[in-house]
């Protein structure tokens, strides 16, 4: 049985059942009679990779849910080839733009993107931790996905994005714009990177491109609504001029 999905504004077509996958047909299910754009064709090998990668770091999850990220691994692979990657994230929508947040596991990215949703009722989550980034005749666009995390909050958009913010722990608020060449090697660490050499360069390549006309920020925050208001004024208000 086959899934047909509605993502980054592409048509895909999963052929493996999927009951995860399949609780978020409501935002991602695709009725359009257009050949797909993507076709899955689901490979073991992608799921016997993903259980490899899972025990290297201690995880015992259900078979459906690491088919569930095995499925995602093989269509970041074929987006790429699409002009988008996947970013390690989390996405809030204001005003018509969206903003990433990105940090290391357990820095707080979900919780300050909960800040904005919880000060400025403009706001809503575009993908809660693994977004799509897609570049589009040379402007860059951050998409949902029904790959989520544990909170599953996403919408199925595919908005500008204004801005990236890594967020830093920090007593002093500040929000503070770096250059991408600062930080190359945290972005690095927070894309997909396949193992594939050819995929590998296109995806620098797309992320050099998102680097140079994304403005980019340093988020020294704790968990406060002052932090919230601090980073929200200062990248909805620069990330505006930037679009």
């Not at 596991?105 to 403009?122: I, Y």
Request: with cysteine; charged share 25%; proline share 4%.
């Amino acid at each position: 049985m086959s899934t047909m999905l509605s993502i980054a504004g592409f048509v895909v077509k999963v052929q493996k059942d999927n009951i995860i996958l399949s609780s978020h047909t409501d935002k991602y299910g695709c009725k359009d009679d257009r050949e797909p754009d993507i076709v899955i064709d689901f490979d073991e090998k992608y799921l016997e990779d993903e259980i490899a990668a899972e025990r290297e770091q201690k995880l015992d999850l259900p078979t459906e849910q690491s088919e569930y990220l095995a499925i995602y691994r093989s269509l970041c692979e074929k987006l790429i080839k699409h002009d988008c990657f996947l970013m390690h994230a989390s996405v809030i929508a204001a005003n018509g733009s969206a903003y990433a947040f990105t940090a290391p596991s357990g820095t707080g990215k979900s919780t300050h993107a909960a800040l904005w949703r919880g000060n400025f009722p403009n706001t809503f989550m575009v993908n809660d931790d693994k977004p799509i980034i897609k570049i589009s005749d040379g402007k860059v666009y951050a998409c949902g996905t029904p790959w989520c995390g544990k909170h599953e909050l996403s919408s199925n958009v595919v908005l500008p994005l204004g801005g990236i913010g890594i967020i830093t722990r920090s007593k002093e608020l500040y929000v503070k714009r770096v250059a991408p060449k600062d930080e190359i090697a945290m972005m690095l660490n927070q894309i997909y990177r396949p193992k594939n050499s050819e995929l590998m360069f296109l995806t620098i390549d797309l992320l050099n491109i998102m680097l140079k006309n994304v403005p980019l920020y340093r988020i020294g925050c704790d968990i406060s609504d002052e932090a919230a208001i601090l980073s929200y004024n200062t990248l909805t208000k620069e990330g505006n001029n930037n679009l």
